[in-house]
């Protein structure tokens, strides 16, 4: 909403500084974005007269323009389409900044030669002077616009830029942006008159109105102007108009546009010899009804829409557009104005439906009050009469289904106090409710009755009054307390420290946190995911995505990690380590998604060298592995690793993690074939945990193993096993001597002399008791243990 | 006459003290520690033969051993200290490092940017007495909106473009992807009765178009406290204190009215912009204040939605955005760098 002060002043004496007028608007929740000087940047640019339009001799499409700046004349080429003698327009001297019409850009105009004829200024466009986007042709200045007086004085105004949030529909008016003023700055407002003469035969006699769907629309108030004269409103209109954004078209569209804007309220003038059977009615539209809008467009209709007809068809949408059939033109006589009030919510989907938001639409959707129909149907009919040299009929037909008691409010004292912290005297209550308009009463011993005014929909219940106390005295005022009370137990939150620890961890393993987008595409699952389980499990679509890449909630971390280390491959060599925790989204039938907080990571690259290069050795599987062993390792949980299988792994090179006997992760190689889908060319591994299945099992306390006061025997054991024989399962053997303290692998070996199919393991053991020191034949006698169960369950031979 | 221990100890004396003197490492030094004062030296032959002397003889070469032993063994230490001195000077004088050479690489981790400013926003609050619940990302519109006050064709929708699950019951889609974390009042709400002090942080969707200050998915925090005697004085002091512990106790804060469909009365809470110190730069739209979240009094109709009686308990609620604490804590221009997940970015931090 763009309020210039000139217009605002005519309702309220402006007793503060611009800046500082913006700072307690926005303070009390009017916000002002901007504070514009219209002008500012108008050097060399002047008011001028149009004295004469010639054919350009060497152009079909462009004129010579000659024009009067007061005293000296100049002729200069022009396109623009409008450009008549007799107009008033802005010109611009050579060097005067301007906006481009084709760049948008600010530019300095220079004097040109435009198809051989010299051109030394320019007739200027809205948007070339920044008032507008409008560049389809120059601006035209009111009548009495003072030739050679500089533009910048002629227009120049300070214009308020406010953002007005959903609940203020008031504030869409110069006249609710005056309130607020008033109140800010303790003085009062002055109304708009609206009383003029009725001349004309009464209304009723001419015309009916019907509201038909009561519901959608609680008032409808219809005046009648006949004998007008269409032309231009006057300068003073038309500047406020411009100022406010608005381009003026005729003095009858004019007044309908600026009374909105001056009190909130639309409305919509028709043509009244183009409303067939001398009858309005408000109804739903029927199903297949179309109408043609003043935009020109084709609008199908629906039964959920409502329509204002006359006694044949729809004439306009209500609330949105009126018809092209009963627009007012040049050749209208009669006037039937309308003022009215519509269902909100109703608005709003019609609005939706039709794809087509007005500043109408914009103000009904809010939540008008009913009650402002009148004051705007009063306002704009004294315009027209004074303006457009209107004859008023006698009344105005006012059909009223849905008038509501005026809004009072019982405020208790300490409701105010709960709510804000803070005890007001009654006084500093009374007058601010009054200054906004409000009416209150103090009802002894402990109670306000607050009257709301017809304009503030928004204030219904004992909460919204103390939030205008608040806003006008200042959030400022309000005192700040540190909470009381008792703090609530503290509940368990086992998944979120889990996930955060695994943060944590991984982190500390070196690897490096990413956050990636939580949708994606049916392309990228397609390459990390089987298809059938694509097919049996579809991933959550998006109704309304913003772009194919981002349109289903993804089912795996997986793919955003390979795009996201591809694209940094591009820039990056040596090791790379990733990992993200997120969730991942499982549909279900009839219900929200399961949410899996999820864990992925990928490793990549070549391992560092003293100097952190890549030193020519790619990581492998033992290197991504030792990401896992750390973080199952620091969260207590003892996992076992196993041959496993994925579609996006290297059979073969995949091992599943598994957690008492249930598989929890997996870690493997990334197929070359999957990895060149993400234009990855070198190896790639990658590891996945499903968090939630850990959740019961960590968050125990370790116990502790107590330290041995006696030495430990520490000695090499190497063997020779078939290469089928995993070292989980020699070490688990191993392990399960009870003077075992201890059992490292330190080496594994293949090839001569050892034989072929066969493999060596090398182990370091350390044999310690908790009670005493071992002796020679205890540490014997284990070893032989040790190796007899090699023998027999895994084939083991002692490696001479 | 002179005695025949006498004229050994001389030889001993003489010999270990030649000895001694080319002793240049702690080796050499104690195999002459062992040879000349072990236990099976010459010297302590002679002192353990001693008993077997006359007594004149016992007298003479007795002290001439006892001496000769306190003289080696003050020459020992001598040397000993000589040869620690030695040590600690070719270490000091040994070789001059270039101390500009860069250290052996650690494999170093990190947290994402959004990670490090979100547990620092949780931890701001938690040390308040606040406890972290976290819910679903994907919400019903119920939650999302209608329990908050945002009914269907209600203008405020306007404030949220929501990202719709194509899911489709009663010719409505009623499941989305949540646009603010605001439904976790809801939800926490109808698991507990007052006291509550909750932050509930977590991703949030919007059908936006993404430019240097929008992005489609963010992450924010949003808090509620009810009790019986919460005011807009406590929603005060509870998050200007949170803004102070975050961006230092010198940085001003401003509360001003704004608009939110779920708390009466609305309010936003500004800081004086970190960049410029208030005088008004580009980042602050020459304001000199920075808006950072929203927040106030938790509406009536919202707490009668959980079935809490709003006569006897107020709240406040507030809800901010981690990208933007993140932007201007780290003066960070274009929100988007956060999910493109450039190394050469996330490395920074």
Redesign the interface.
Known sequence: MRVPLKWLQEYVDINLPPGELGRRLTMAGTEVNTILTAGRDWEKISVAEVVDVAPHPNADRLRLATVDLGGEQMTVVCGAPNVAAGQKVAFARVGAELIDGHTSEPTILKAARIRGVESAGMVCSEKELGLSDYHEGILVLPEDAPVGVPLGQYLGDTILDLDITPNRPDCLSVLGVAREVAALSGVSVREPPVDYQELGRPIKERLSVEIADRDLCPRYCAALIEGVQIGPSPPWMQERLLAADVRPISNVVDVTNYVMLEVGQPLHAFDFSLISGRKIIVRRARPGEVLVTLDGTERPLNRDMLVIADAKEAVAVAGLMGGAASEVTENTTAILLESANFNPANIRRTSTGLKLRTDASARFEKGLSPELAMVGIRRAARLMVELATGRAAEGIIDVYPGKRRETRITVTQERLRRVLGLQLPTLQVRQTLISLGFGCRWVPPDRYVVRVPYWRTDVRIPDDVAEELARIIGYDELPITSLGGAIPPAQPQPSRELREGVRDILATAGMQEVITYSLTNLDSLAKVLPPEELSQHPPLRVANPMSHQQEYLRTTLRASLLETLASNLRHRQGRIALFEVARVYLPRPEELPQEVESLAGVVTGDRPDRWGQPRGEPVDLYDVKAYLVFLFGRLGLAVSYHDGEDFALVPGRTAEVRLDGQRVGLVGQVHPRVAAAFDIEQDVYLFEVNLETLVPQVGKPRIYQPLSRFPAVEEDIAIVVDEGVTAAQVQAIIEAFPLVQRAALFDVYTGPPVAAGKKSLAYSVAYQSLDHTLSDAEVNRERRGILDRLSREVGAVLRG | MTLPQLQELKEIEDKAKTELAAVSDEETLEFWRITYLGRRSRLNLILRGLASLPLEERRQVGAAANRLRSELEELLSQRQAQLREAAVTAVVEGGHLDVTL?G?????????P??QVL?DILDAFVS??F????G?????DYYNFEAVRI??????R??WDT?????VRNEE?P?L?RTHTSPMQIRVMEQ?QP???IVSPG?C?R???TDPTHE??HTQVEGL?V????????L???L??FARRLFGRERRV??????F?FV????DMSIDCPLCDGQGCRAC?NSGWIEILGAG?V??EVLANVGYDAERY?GFAFGLGVERVAMLRHGIEDIRL???????F??QF
């Open positions: 860069p052996r690489p650690l494999t170093i981790g990190r947290l994402h959004v990670t547990r308040m007495g406890q972290v619940f976290e679903p990302e994907v919400e019903w009914p269907k064709d209600h203008p405020a306007d404030m990202l719709w699950v194509d899911y889609y499941m992807l507990m006291p509550v002090r991703k969707y059908h936006e178009a489609w998915m406290a009790d019986e005697n919460i005011s807009m004085a406590d005060k002091g509870t200007y204190e401003r509360f001003r009215c704004d608009y469909p009466e009365p609305g309010a739209n009094m509406h009536p107020t956060f999910y493109a997940n450039d190394l050469r996330l490395e």
